[in-house]
């Protein structure tokens, strides 16, 4: 009937707890999930058993974000969108998590997400108007729940606290789902979110992408936990923490927290062991504060390998048939850098600054956008408007 | 028609438009059992129940940032920061994402809450209890600031910010909520959020102020009459941002004097910004510089000394004196 704490504490009760204590053991046990190793292994016992469409989507998509990524940082180094922050090597950590939600459920992203965002149907040329700095870049269905990815670190944690309790009290079974990285776990909008959750039960999944670097500061320099995981028992609630790099260990601690919320048993922290094999953002030059002896160290547990030899050895892929998706892929990129480049042509309207401040846009303003509205029309016939 | 304090009236917007809407949510410190600790949501937690009114955690960024999720679902939440003194500690998230995220999502969601605080000196509180802050948000693009000055228009405007589609912060004065009572209508009553008003007509000079200061403007501007014989013109702001300034401007073209009055501390205050709209609007018809009766470039003294920092009728009738001496 009682566990071993208990028992501890049984016997502290009856033999009395002896102070000054010597050597205090901090408890820092937590569950760890791995279902493939480094080499793309099954454990098969452990094998999440996903449909063979839904493996194949999430292996499509994985291709889909890493060859997209490569190519945003190729039109960025051309200067041809702006800054933006990549997300090689982190695909498994957030794809094989947002798999488990229904198009109902909220999707809360920090930044580096992208493959999830496209998972959710965000289309590429979205991303690249976005990233060369047009808000038409942001468009979310009007019957979407995907939030626009949010900038201050750690800020919107507790933003899927609140949609979680108000899907609850509409007595919905729908869940919230929120991502952000280790660096956040630092910020105080952490301690916030998951104890606000812990308290009101919320329907929400806390998903950290654990990359080992917030910038350029390690995780050993963030947090003297020994997990980010370990975190989730102070405010009572599950934590467990998982391969990041292997999609089937993440879509299956996934499962069972999503299946926990929707059936009113509350949060669930996960943290996904991953690593940010490039660049923070563009704008940063990681070779100032790691070794290439780490990267290199991690690139061999890169989650694409990995789970393309699962679905090899599972029979679902060949040479031919990967070697078909990545072309497929390839060409679906060139189109959206295409239809991006198209569209921007006419996005040029400043104008447009205007717009979504306000339901009603108020009558000082409005004067002040007919200011604008004059001075860009004598600038333009000036020709002094860049 | 019942009279009532500024609590009370506060207390009924929230029971009406909580009877009347179940997406509006309470949520905040001690607003439950307590009834908060001016006890403007007493009693609501036993006609509505625990999951209309929610006793939070002590977190101010939580309560936000819960509201906001909440907003962004569709929910009315109605959230209390206990002290407009603790709202720094959830600035970041009315600055990041209340006031921008229809922005951000262009239009695809809204933030629809009102963040109730109560705000401003003169009830001998500690420290970090008696600031006038309102610049901070007035500044912010995507929000709206508003600052009742007695129980009825408390009770109207609380209802209009519940049900704008708009972030707004409500500061309640809080040197009002048991200072004096008013005739409050049961009947349901609105005011228009960005729309100020004439509370006394005048044609010699117009005084613009609003929230507690009212009192003392108004005490000044009899005093003016009756000492003086000089007709003022008093305007109450009742909205900071976005600011009426049609209002004040059509009064100054008439009287061509104006004095603006704030607790808030002088430099970059409120008076700056409607200065600045009458030098816009207004210049050619002003006969004399516009004066400021504000609070000092300091933090507001501790409570003994905060009598001398607050602005009262002996310092606006001195400043209004000087703008008619020319």
Same mark, same amino acid.
């Given at each position: 009937m009682?566990?071993?704490?208990?028992?501890?504490?049984?016997?502290?009760?009856?033999?009395?707890?002896?102070?000054?204590?010597?050597?205090i053991e901090?408890n !820092?046990?937590?569950?760890?999930?791995?279902?493939?190793?480094?080499n793309?292994?099954?454990?098969?016992?452990?094998d999440p058993?996903?449909?063979?469409?839904?493996?194949?989507?999430?292996y499509r998509?994985?291709?889909?974000?890493r060859?997209?990524?490569?190519?945003?940082?190729?039109?960025?180094?051309?200067?041809r969108?702006?800054?933006?922050?990549?997300?090689?090597?982190?695909?498994?950590?957030?794809?094989?998590?947002?798999?488990?939600?229904?198009?109902?459920?909220?999707?809360?992203?920090?930044?580096?997400?992208?493959?999830a965002?496209i998972?959710?149907?965000?289309?590429?040329e979205s991303?690249?108007?976005?990233?060369?700095?047009?808000?038409?870049?942001?468009?979310?269905?009007?019957?979407?729940?995907?939030?626009?990815?949010?900038?201050?670190v750690?800020?919107?944690?507790?933003?899927?606290?609140?949609?979680?309790?108000?899907?609850?009290?509409?007595q919905?079974?729908?869940?919230?789902?929120?991502?952000?990285g280790?660096?956040?776990?630092?910020?105080?909008?952490?301690h916030?979110?998951?104890?606000?959750a812990?308290?009101?039960?919320?329907?929400?999944?806390?998903?950290?992408?654990?990359?080992?670097?917030?910038?350029?500061?390690?995780?050993?320099?963030q947090?003297r936990?020994?997990t980010?995981?370990?975190?989730?028992?102070?405010y009572?609630m599950?934590?467990?923490?998982?391969?990041?790099?292997?999609?089937?260990?993440?879509?299956?601690?996934?499962?069972?927290?999503? !299946?926990?919320?929707?059936?009113?048993?509350?949060?669930?922290l996960?943290?996904?062991v991953?690593?940010?094999?490039?660049?923070?953002?563009?704008?940063?030059d990681?070779?100032?504060?790691?070794?290439d002896?780490?990267?290199?160290?991690?690139?061999q547990? !890169?989650p694409?390998?990995?789970f393309q030899?699962?679905?090899? !050895?599972?029979g679902?892929?060949?040479?031919?048939?990967?070697?078909?998706i990545?072309?497929?892929?390839?060409?679906?990129?060139?189109?959206?850098?295409d239809?991006?480049?198209?569209?921007m042509?006419t996005?040029?309207?400043?104008?447009?600054?205007?717009?979504?401040?306000?339901?009603? &846009?108020?009558?000082?303003?409005?004067?002040?956008?007919?200011?604008f509205?004059?001075?860009?029309?004598? &600038?333009?016939?000036?020709g002094?408007?860049? | 028609?019942?009279?009532?304090?500024?609590v009370?009236?506060?207390?009924?917007?929230?029971?009406?438009?909580?009877?009347?809407?179940?997406?509006?949510?309470?949520?905040?410190?001690?607003?439950?059992?307590?009834?908060?600790?001016f006890?403007?949501?007493?009693?609501?937690?036993?006609?509505f129940?625990e999951?209309?009114?929610?006793?939070?955690?002590?977190?101010?960024?939580?309560?936000?940032?819960?509201?906001?999720?909440?907003?962004?679902y569709?929910?009315?939440?109605?959230c209390e920061?206990?002290f407009?003194?603790?709202?720094?500690?959830?600035?970041?998230q009315?600055e990041?994402?209340?006031?921008?995220?229809?922005?951000?999502s262009?239009g695809?969601?809204?933030?629809?809450?009102?963040?109730?605080?109560?705000?401003?000196?003169?009830?001998?509180?500690?420290?970090?209890?008696?600031?006038?802050r309102?610049v901070?948000?007035a500044?912010?693009?995507?929000?709206?600031?508003?600052?009742?000055?007695?129980p009825?228009?408390?009770?109207?405007l609380?209802?209009?910010?519940?049900?704008?589609?708009?972030?707004?912060?409500?500061?309640?004065?809080?040197?009002?909520?048991?200072?004096?009572?008013?005739?409050?209508p049961?009947?349901e009553?609105?005011?228009?959020?960005?729309k100020?008003?004439?509370?006394?007509e005048?044609?010699?000079?117009t005084?613009?102020?609003?929230?507690?200061?009212?009192?003392?403007?108004?005490?000044?501007?009899?005093?003016?009459?009756a000492?003086?014989?000089?007709?003022?013109?008093?305007?109450?702001?009742?909205?900071?941002s976005?600011?009426?300034?049609?209002?004040?401007?059509?009064s100054?073209?008439?009287?061509?004097?104006?004095v603006?009055?704030?607790?808030?501390?002088?430099s970059?205050?409120?008076?700056a910004?409607?200065?600045?709209?009458?030098?816009?609007k207004?210049?050619?018809?002003?006969e004399?510089?516009i004066?400021r009766?504000?609070?000092?470039?300091?933090?507001?003294?501790?409570?003994?000394r905060?009598k001398?920092?607050l602005?009262?009728?002996h310092?606006?009738?001195?400043?209004?004196?000087?703008a008619?001496s020319?």
């Amino acid at each position: 009937m009682f566990g071993a704490s208990q028992v501890l504490l049984i016997l502290r009760r009856l033999v009395g707890l002896k102070m000054p204590r010597k050597e205090i053991e901090i408890n !820092d046990k937590i569950e760890y999930l791995s279902v493939l190793d480094e080499n793309g292994n099954l454990d098969k016992q452990l094998d999440p058993e996903i449909p063979d469409e839904i493996l194949l989507k999430l292996y499509r998509i994985m291709i889909l974000g890493r060859k997209f990524d490569e190519r945003l940082l190729n039109l960025q180094r051309q200067g041809r969108i702006g800054t933006f922050p990549p997300i090689s090597g982190q695909e498994a950590a957030h794809l094989g998590s947002v798999a488990l939600l229904r198009p109902s459920d909220w999707f809360v992203p920090a930044f580096r997400e992208t493959a999830a965002e496209i998972w959710r149907g965000r289309s590429l040329e979205s991303v690249i108007l976005y990233n060369n700095g047009f808000n038409e870049g942001v468009n979310i269905p009007q019957n979407g729940n995907d939030i626009p990815i949010s900038v201050p670190v750690g800020s919107q944690i507790i933003h899927a606290v609140g949609l979680g309790w108000a899907a609850k009290y509409r007595q919905t079974d729908n869940v919230a789902m929120v991502f952000f990285g280790d660096g956040a776990t630092s910020e105080g909008d952490f301690h916030e979110g998951l104890n606000f959750a812990g308290v009101f039960q919320v329907p929400v999944i806390f998903v950290c992408q654990n990359n080992h670097w917030a910038i350029s500061i390690p995780r050993s320099k963030q947090t003297r936990s020994k997990t980010l995981a370990q975190k989730a028992s102070a405010y009572g609630m599950p934590g467990i923490q998982v391969d990041g790099n292997d999609i089937l260990a993440v879509y299956a601690a996934a499962e069972e927290a999503v !299946d926990r919320a929707r059936s009113g048993g509350g949060p669930t922290l996960i943290e996904c062991v991953t690593y940010r094999l490039t660049m923070h953002t563009t704008a940063d030059d990681p070779k100032r504060y790691r070794t290439d002896e780490e990267v290199e160290q991690w690139k061999q547990r !890169d989650p694409v390998p990995r789970f393309q030899k699962y679905l090899v !050895d599972k029979g679902l892929l060949s040479e031919e048939k990967i070697a078909g998706i990545e072309s497929a892929v390839l060409e679906e990129i060139q189109a959206g850098v295409d239809k991006a480049e198209e569209q921007m042509k006419t996005l040029g309207n400043p104008m447009h600054m205007f717009e979504h401040a306000y339901a009603e &846009m108020h009558p000082y303003l409005q004067e002040q956008k007919e200011e604008f509205a004059r001075q860009l029309a004598e &600038m333009n016939e000036e020709g002094t408007h860049g | 028609m019942a009279k009532m304090t500024m609590v009370q009236a506060l207390n009924l917007a929230l029971r009406q438009e909580m009877e009347k809407d179940d997406s509006v949510i309470l949520l905040g410190e001690d607003v439950g059992l307590d009834g908060g600790v001016f006890r403007v949501t007493d009693s609501l937690i036993d006609q509505f129940g625990e999951n209309r009114v929610l006793d939070t955690p002590l977190a101010e960024s939580g309560i936000v940032g819960m509201s906001i999720g909440m907003a962004v679902y569709g929910l009315k939440p109605v959230c209390e920061i206990q002290f407009s003194g603790f709202s720094y500690q959830n600035f970041h998230q009315i600055e990041n994402h209340a006031a921008r995220l229809r922005w951000r999502s262009q239009g695809r969601f809204q933030v629809p809450m009102v963040m109730r605080t109560p705000y401003g000196g003169g009830v001998r509180a500690l420290e970090h209890h008696s600031e006038s802050r309102e610049v901070y948000w007035a500044h912010t693009p995507g929000l709206k600031m508003v600052i009742p000055s007695g129980p009825r228009n408390a009770r109207a405007l609380l209802i209009s910010a519940i049900r704008d589609p708009d972030p707004v912060i409500f500061y309640e004065p809080k040197a009002l909520y048991r200072a004096f009572r008013e005739d409050v209508p049961e009947d349901e009553e609105t005011m228009p959020i960005g729309k100020a008003q004439i509370v006394r007509e005048g044609k010699d000079l117009t005084m613009i102020s609003y929230g507690a200061m009212m009192r003392p403007t108004l005490e000044a501007a009899s005093e003016l009459n009756a000492k003086d014989g000089v007709e003022a013109e008093v305007i109450d702001l009742l909205t900071i941002s976005p600011l009426d300034d049609n209002t004040f401007v059509q009064s100054v073209l008439k009287t061509g004097r104006a004095v603006v009055i704030h607790e808030a501390p002088r430099s970059f205050g409120p008076g700056a910004e409607i200065v600045s709209r009458l030098m816009e609007k207004a210049f050619y018809y002003l006969e004399v510089p516009i004066e400021r009766v504000t609070g000092y470039d300091i933090i507001i003294p501790l409570f003994s000394r905060e009598k001398a920092y607050l602005p009262n009728a002996h310092r606006i009738l001195r400043a209004a004196r000087k703008a008619l001496s020319n």
